[in-house]
Protein backbone atom coordinates (compact mmCIF):
# COMPACT_ATOMS: atom_id res chain seq x y z
CA UNK A 1 0.00 0.00 0.00
CA UNK A 2 1.70 3.32 -0.86
CA UNK A 3 1.60 6.49 1.60
CA UNK A 4 -0.12 9.50 -0.18
CA UNK A 5 1.31 12.16 1.77
CA UNK A 6 5.40 10.75 1.58
CA UNK A 7 5.13 8.88 -1.59
CA UNK A 8 6.55 5.75 -0.14
CA UNK A 9 5.18 2.51 0.81
CA UNK A 10 3.17 1.35 3.78
CA UNK A 11 5.16 -2.07 5.12
CA UNK A 12 4.08 -2.26 8.77
CA UNK A 13 2.13 -0.76 11.94
CA UNK A 14 2.94 -0.74 15.37
CA UNK A 15 -0.63 -1.68 17.17
CA UNK A 16 0.15 0.03 19.98
CA UNK A 17 -2.12 2.93 22.05
CA UNK A 18 -2.44 6.11 20.75
CA UNK A 19 -1.14 9.74 21.93
CA UNK A 20 -5.03 11.03 22.35
CA UNK A 21 -5.87 7.36 24.47
CA UNK A 22 -3.23 8.13 26.34
CA UNK A 23 -3.90 11.54 27.49
CA UNK A 24 -7.76 10.25 27.74
CA UNK A 25 -6.53 7.79 30.07
CA UNK A 26 -4.73 10.57 32.09
CA UNK A 27 -7.89 12.69 32.34
CA UNK A 28 -9.48 9.87 33.94
CA UNK A 29 -6.90 8.97 36.40
CA UNK A 30 -7.08 12.87 37.72
CA UNK A 31 -11.24 12.52 37.45
CA UNK A 32 -10.99 9.82 39.66
CA UNK A 33 -9.00 12.03 42.43
CA UNK A 34 -6.82 9.52 44.04
CA UNK A 35 -4.82 11.84 45.65
CA UNK A 36 -7.41 13.72 47.53
CA UNK A 37 -9.19 10.20 48.90
CA UNK A 38 -6.91 9.95 52.02
CA UNK A 39 -10.10 8.30 53.34
CA UNK A 40 -9.09 5.31 52.07
CA UNK A 41 -5.99 3.28 52.83
CA UNK A 42 -3.70 1.41 50.74
CA UNK A 43 -5.25 -1.59 50.75
CA UNK A 44 -8.96 0.06 49.73
CA UNK A 45 -7.58 1.93 46.63
CA UNK A 46 -7.07 -1.08 44.31
CA UNK A 47 -11.08 -2.11 44.94
CA UNK A 48 -12.01 0.72 42.48
CA UNK A 49 -8.79 1.18 40.49
CA UNK A 50 -7.82 -2.01 39.53
CA UNK A 51 -11.36 -2.86 37.15
CA UNK A 52 -10.06 0.51 35.20
CA UNK A 53 -6.50 -0.66 34.92
CA UNK A 54 -7.31 -4.19 33.63
CA UNK A 55 -9.20 -2.81 31.44
CA UNK A 56 -6.92 -0.68 30.00
CA UNK A 57 -4.28 -3.06 29.82
CA UNK A 58 -6.84 -5.86 27.90
CA UNK A 59 -7.96 -3.43 25.32
CA UNK A 60 -4.65 -1.19 24.44
CA UNK A 61 -2.06 -3.97 26.37
CA UNK A 62 -2.95 -6.92 24.41
CA UNK A 63 -0.25 -6.30 21.47
CA UNK A 64 2.38 -3.34 22.55
CA UNK A 65 1.94 -3.73 26.44
CA UNK A 66 5.25 -1.35 26.81
CA UNK A 67 3.30 1.66 25.06
CA UNK A 68 1.13 1.64 28.57
CA UNK A 69 4.04 2.38 30.37
CA UNK A 70 3.79 6.31 30.79
CA UNK A 71 0.16 5.65 31.70
CA UNK A 72 1.38 3.40 34.40
CA UNK A 73 4.25 6.20 35.40
CA UNK A 74 1.36 8.75 35.69
CA UNK A 75 -0.18 5.99 37.83
CA UNK A 76 2.48 5.67 40.53
CA UNK A 77 3.08 9.47 40.63
CA UNK A 78 -0.56 9.98 41.39
CA UNK A 79 0.14 7.50 44.22
CA UNK A 80 2.61 9.11 45.89
CA UNK A 81 0.88 12.09 45.59
CA UNK A 82 -1.75 10.11 47.59
CA UNK A 83 0.76 9.04 50.13
CA UNK A 84 1.99 12.49 50.77
CA UNK A 85 -1.50 13.70 51.53
CA UNK A 86 -2.60 10.62 53.50
CA UNK A 87 0.76 10.61 55.82
CA UNK A 88 2.22 14.03 57.19
CA UNK A 89 5.86 12.85 57.34
CA UNK A 90 5.63 12.49 53.67
CA UNK A 91 3.91 15.84 53.39
CA UNK A 92 7.12 17.69 52.00
CA UNK A 93 9.26 14.56 50.92
CA UNK A 94 8.48 13.17 47.33
CA UNK A 95 11.48 11.09 47.56
CA UNK A 96 10.61 9.56 50.46
CA UNK A 97 6.86 8.99 49.74
CA UNK A 98 8.43 7.19 46.47
CA UNK A 99 10.54 4.68 48.79
CA UNK A 100 7.10 4.50 50.69
CA UNK A 101 5.50 3.18 47.60
CA UNK A 102 8.69 0.83 46.62
CA UNK A 103 8.18 -0.79 50.39
CA UNK A 104 4.49 -1.43 49.45
CA UNK A 105 6.02 -2.91 46.14
CA UNK A 106 8.61 -4.71 47.97
CA UNK A 107 5.54 -6.36 50.44
CA UNK A 108 2.76 -6.79 48.10
CA UNK A 109 3.64 -6.94 44.42
CA UNK A 110 0.05 -7.99 43.24
CA UNK A 111 -1.67 -5.38 44.81
CA UNK A 112 -2.01 -3.03 41.63
CA UNK A 113 -2.88 -4.19 37.91
CA UNK A 114 -0.42 -2.21 36.47
CA UNK A 115 1.96 -3.91 39.09
CA UNK A 116 1.19 -7.03 38.13
CA UNK A 117 2.34 -6.36 34.56
CA UNK A 118 5.41 -5.37 35.19
CA UNK A 119 5.14 -1.52 35.76
CA UNK A 120 6.67 -1.47 39.19
CA UNK A 121 9.14 1.47 38.41
CA UNK A 122 9.46 5.38 38.56
CA UNK A 123 7.44 6.52 41.73
CA UNK A 124 9.69 9.88 41.92
Known sequence: MKNSKRNSLFVSFTPAVSKVAQKAMRRKIRELRVRSRTDLNIAQ?????????????GYYGRYYRSALYAVFRHINKTLVRW??????????????????????VQQNPRLFAHWRAGMVGAFA
Open 45 to 57: IPGWFNPIINGWL
Open 83 to 104: ARRKYKALRRHKIRAGRFLEGI
